[in-house]
C-alpha cells in the first residue's frame, strides 16, 4: 500500500516550452501532495504545498507563474513547468500524505521525474 | 523554525562494518523525526520515523536509530553493513503539532561500502 506514481520518468524538451508532471496516489486519497526539486547531489527543496481544492501554497522564492500546479481530485497532482528554461532541468519528486487515513504524519515519495530542458 | 543537520556529506565503510549516520536537529516543538533512503534516480524511501514514543526506533533493512533529547541527535546505525546498503541517506524533521506539517531536509549522506 500507500503507493505513489509520477509520469512521466523522464523528460527531454525544448526550452520554451511547458512540461506537466503527475502524480497519483494509487491506493489511497491524498489530501496534500508535495513537490520537491532536488539538484544533483543535493537534498530535497520543498517548492510547493498542494491541497485537493484549493490552490497551492508556494515556498519563498519559487515562482507561481512558472510552476503551475493543480490539485483537482484526491488522487491526482499536477505541476506545470511553464516556457522551460535549462536553468529548470532538475529531478522533481512528489509526495502525498493521507491526512483521513494511515498516518497523517507520514509522506510517501513518487519515484521522481528527471526534467532536462536543452 | 525547524532544520537538520547531516554531519559528513559522504561515509566510506567495509562490508559488515557498523554504519553510523549523524543527524542533529533543531526544532522549537517536539519533532518528528524520519530517516530516509534514496537510490539513484529515483525517489525515496522511509527507513524510520520517530514519532515521540519509543526513543530507540526500528525501521527496515536492520537499520534503527536513536532520539536523544538531550543531544538533540537521531542517528542512524546498522551493525553490519552491506553492499545493497550504498545510497544517499536523508534526515528530515517535522513539527509534533498533531496534524500535517512539511517535511525539512538535511543536506544528504552518501554511504559507500567498499569490500
Known amino acids: 500500500g500507500a503507493v505513489v506514481s509520477q509520469h512521466p520518468s523522464r523528460v527531454i524538451c525544448k526550452s520554451g516550452t511547458s512540461v506537466k508532471i503527475e502524480c497519483r496516489s494509487l491506493d489511497f486519497q491524498a489530501t496534500t501532495m508535495f513537490w520537491y526539486r532536488q539538484f544533483p547531489k543535493q537534498s530535497l527543496m520543498l517548492m510547493a504545498t498542494?491541497?485537493?481544492?484549493?490552490?497551492?501554497?508556494?515556498e519563498q522564492g519559487v515562482e507561481k507563474d512558472k510552476f503551475l500546479i493543480n490539485h483537482a481530485s484526491l488522487t491526482l497532482s499536477t505541476l506545470t513547468v511553464t516556457s522551460a528554461h535549462p536553468e529548470d532541468s532538475s529531478f522533481y519528486i512528489c509526495s502525498a500524505r493521507d491526512l483521513g487515513g494511515r498516518s497523517h504524519i507520514e509522506q510517501f515519495f513518487g519515484p521522481g521525474t528527471r526534467l532536462t530542458v536543452l | 523554525a525547524q532544520s537538520v543537520t547531516q554531519l559528513g556529506s559522504h561515509v566510506s565503510v567495509s562490508e559488515g562494518a557498523l554504519v553510523l549516520l549523524r543527524c542533529n536537529y533543531s526544532?522549537?516543538?517536539?519533532?518528528?523525526l524520519f530517516w530516509y533512503v534514496q537510490y539513484p534516480n529515483q525517489g525515496l524511501q522511509l527507513l524510520l520515523k520517530?514519532?515521540?514514543?519509543?526513543?530507540l526506533v526500528k525501521g527496515i533493512n536492520g537499520f534503527e536509530a536513536e532520539f536523544k533529547k538531550s543531544e538533540t541527535s537521531f542517528h542512524l546505525t546498522k551493525p553490519s553493513a552491506h553492499m545493497s546498503d550504498a545510497a544517499e541517506y536523508f534526515c528530515a524533521v517535522s513539527r509534533n503539532t498533531g496534524t500535517a506539517s512539511k517535511l525539512t531536509f538535511g543536506t544528504g549522506t552518501r554511504l559507500q561500502v567498499t569490500l
Open positions: 520517530y514519532t515521540s514514543a519509543a526513543t
Open positions: 526544532s522549537s516543538v517536539p519533532p518528528y
Open positions: 498542494s491541497n485537493e481544492g484549493s490552490k497551492a501554497t508556494y
